[in-house]
């Protein structure tokens, strides 16, 4: 991927993924170390129910990191299926007989377009993800 485009992607990416931290994830680790806090409190526990109850304050923030996890790499397969595509395109151009500037050209007008495609894909797929994060923090 060109590296202009590589550099567009990166940044939408990763002010989707601060923005998640921020607005869910981080609340929900204030809420995991206070659960857990809580669980060390209780002097009645055993050291075996304390560390179940230590899991299952854990299990709401685990569930959501792995929502991201597996979002995140759809959306980068997908991205990378299209990416290949041009590839793909661009080597049946060339082994046609494109000029070989005609085909750079191609090649980077249709990773564009990858791109572009996928950034607009972001702000419903950060919506769907909100809209699970917090399903699971209730």
Do not use: W, Y
């Amino acid at each position: 991927m060109a590296e202009a485009q590589q550099s567009r992607m990166q940044e939408a990416i990763d002010s989707m993924v601060q923005g998640l931290e921020r607005e869910n994830i981080r609340k929900m680790q204030g809420n995991m170390f206070r659960c857990s806090a809580d669980c060390c409190e209780n002097d009645t526990a055993s050291m075996q129910q304390v560390h179940h109850c230590i899991e299952r304050c854990h299990a709401p923030l685990a569930q959501a990191q792995a929502v991201v996890t597996k979002e995140l790499e759809r959306f980068q397969d997908r991205l990378a299926r299209c990416t290949m595509h041009c590839n793909d395109k661009a080597k049946d151009s060339l082994d046609s007989g494109s000029k070989e500037q005609q085909v750079k050209q191609q090649l980077e007008n249709c990773v564009t377009k990858c791109v572009d495609d996928h950034v607009h894909l972001i702000p419903s797929m950060t919506k769907k993800m909100k809209e699970t994060l917090a399903a699971i923090a209730q």
